[in-house]
């Protein structure tokens, strides 16, 4: 049952994105009002329920979230209140068609092997936070097959430490429902804890924010 669902989703999350990249480029003045419907259209394809602990801070302007599936840009996407601008691997804007869900809402694309992208990574950053876009990353990198976090690459401290940003950690417990690599989709109660902002003046504040992330994962593993 799983593996239908599983094939059942995958193709209605491809057609919904080609669908989301035609509106925002005929509507790109709405774009994230057609992303916000669009991350609430594939809870209801999905067929997962979604709790909410605490409360986004208005003051952040990056979040640093786990990674476990794609359900986890989904949620965000349905759930921030406002225009978070993602920051994602430069492979999938390449995509034919799918790859504008990068360009056309300007998210950030990074090829993390080039030295030069971190250049280009803080000119847009600096860009999108002063036009009051959320910035978001997923600090491990790639996603996690377990419920440990992997150890948070350097991205998110430079981006944070360069501009100055006011950070908000985000837990996501459930979203692992959905497993890639074995094509399986289960039905899951999601649950996204907003965590407090972090004091970036301390040195390990990095370090820090992955051991509180982690307890949380800990305390809610099902």
């Known amino acids: ?41 594939q809870r209801f394809f999905g067929g997962y329920k979604l709790e909410v602990i605490g409360n986004f801070s208005d003051e952040a302007n990056i979040l640093l979230i786990n990674h476990q599936s794609m359900l986890d840009i989904i949620v965000i996407e349905e759930l921030h209140p406002k225009n978070v601008c993602w920051i994602a691997k430069a492979q ?8 504008k869900i990068l360009s056309l809402p300007k998210m950030i694309a990074v090829e993390r092997e ?7 990574l803080l000119s847009e950053a600096k860009d999108r936070v002063e036009n009051g876009r959320v910035l978001a990353i997923f600090p491990e990198g790639t996603r996690s ?10 991205g998110a401290k430079l981006l944070v430490e360069k501009l100055n940003l006011k950070v908000q950690p985000i837990v996501i417990v459930g979203s692992d429902a959905m497993k890639v690599k074995e094509f399986s989709f289960k039905k899951a109660d999601i649950k996204l ?3 407090d902002l972090v004091d970036t003046s301390k040195e390990n504040w990095l370090e820090a924010t992955r051991e509180s992330m982690q ?6 593993r099902k």
């Open 1 to 41: 049952m799983s593996k239908i669902r599983a094939l059942f989703f995958a193709i209605e999350f491809v057609i919904s994105v080609i669908l989301v990249v035609f509106f925002m480029w005929l509507f790109n003045d709405k774009n994230r009002a057609i992303r916000k419907f669009w991350g609430r259209s």
């Open 114 to 120: 080039n030295k030069h992208s971190l250049i280009k």
């Open 215 to 220: 307890k949380v994962l800990d305390e809610n």
């Open 193 to 195: 804890f907003c965590l």
């Open 92 to 99: 999938i804007g390449k995509i034919p068609i799918i790859g």
């Open 145 to 154: 097959q377990t419920n440990k976090l992997l150890p948070f690459k350097g």
